[in-house]
C-alpha cells in the first residue's frame, strides 16, 4: 500500500537553530509529495510541492524541501527557525492512479523553542 | 480569491442525533473532498467528488455518514446517527482538478457527547 511516513510525533528546536522535519514515502510511480502546517484551530496551510524537476523544492515562509529518490524521503527543512513556526506538519502524497486522492502521514508537532 | 467556506466552525450534540455540515468550495474547482481529522492524527479521507459525481468513497462509514454535491458547487456531509467517535474536526478541500493543489477550509469541530 502506498504511504508517507513522518517518523517524528514531536521535534522540539531552538529559535534561530535549523529545523528539519522528517518524511519519507513509499508510493508507486512518481511520487506527487506536499508539505502542509496547521496552526491551532485553523486549517490546513499549502507549504510546498515536489511534482518534478529540482529535488530542492522552496515554499512558503522560508520552508524548502529535498526530494531524495534513494533514499525515498522529502524531508521539510528552514535554515533558522522561528518561534511562530511552531504548528503541526503533515506531508502527504497524491496517488496518481485511480482517484487521485490525496493522502497524509499522521503530523509531527514541531516547537520553537524561544 | 475567497477561500474554501465551512459551516458551522463549532457544533455539540448528543450520540444517536444528526448532524449536517457544509462547504462552498472555491469558485471554478472541480475536485472537492471530505476529511475526518482526529485529534492529534492526520486527516483521513472520507469522500472525492469530481464536480457532481463521486470519485471515490471508499473510505465513507456508509451506514452512517452520507455526503452529496448535487450542483457541483456546495456539498453537504451528514452524519446520522452520530457515535462519540465521530468526535473531530471535518475539513472540505477543493482543487481545480484531480491531482493539483488543494485548498483547505477550516474545518467544523464535532463533539458528541
Known amino acids: 500500500a502506498q504511504s508517507v511516513a513522518q517518523p517524528e510525533d514531536q521535534v522540539n528546536v531552538a529559535e534561530g537553530n535549523p529545523l528539519t522535519v522528517k518524511c519519507t514515502y513509499s508510493?508507486?510511480?512518481?511520487?506527487?509529495l506536499f508539505w502542509y502546517v496547521q496552526y491551532p484551530n485553523r486549517g490546513l496551510q499549502f507549504l510546498l510541492k515536489y511534482i518534478t524537476g529540482d529535488n530542492l523544492v522552496k515554499g512558503s515562509y522560508g520552508f524548502e524541501a529535498e526530494f531524495n529518490k534513494s533514499q525515498t524521503s522529502f524531508h521539510l527543512k528552514k535554515p533558522s527557525a522561528l518561534v511562530s513556526d511552531s504548528a503541526l506538519y503533515f506531508c502527504a502524497f497524491f496517488t496518481q492512479t485511480g482517484a487521485n486522492n490525496l493522502f497524509f502521514g499522521t503530523g509531527t508537532r514541531l516547537t520553537v523553542i524561544p | 480569491e475567497a477561500g474554501v467556506a465551512q459551516s458551522p466552525r463549532y457544533k455539540i450534540i448528543e450520540k444517536r442525533q444528526s448532524v449536517a455540515f457544509w462547504c462552498n468550495p472555491i469558485s471554478g474547482h472541480a475536485t472537492l473532498y471530505w476529511y475526518q481529522q482526529i485529534l492529534g492524527q492526520g486527516p483521513k479521507l472520507l469522500i472525492q467528488?469530481?464536480?457532481?459525481?463521486?470519485?471515490?468513497d471508499s473510505q465513507l462509514p456508509k451506514d452512517r455518514f452520507s455526503a452529496e454535491r448535487l450542483k457541483g458547487v456546495d456539498s453537504t456531509l451528514k452524519i446520522q446517527p452520530a457515535k462519540l467517535e465521530d468526535s473531530a474536526v471535518y475539513l472540505c478541500?477543493?482543487?481545480?482538478?484531480?491531482?493539483?493543489?488543494?485548498?483547505f477550509g477550516q474545518g467544523t469541530r464535532l463533539t458528541v457527547v
Open positions: 508510493v508507486s510511480g512518481n511520487p506527487y
Open positions: 478541500a477543493s482543487s481545480f482538478d484531480r491531482g493539483s493543489q488543494a485548498f
Open positions: 467528488f469530481q464536480n457532481n459525481g463521486v470519485v471515490d
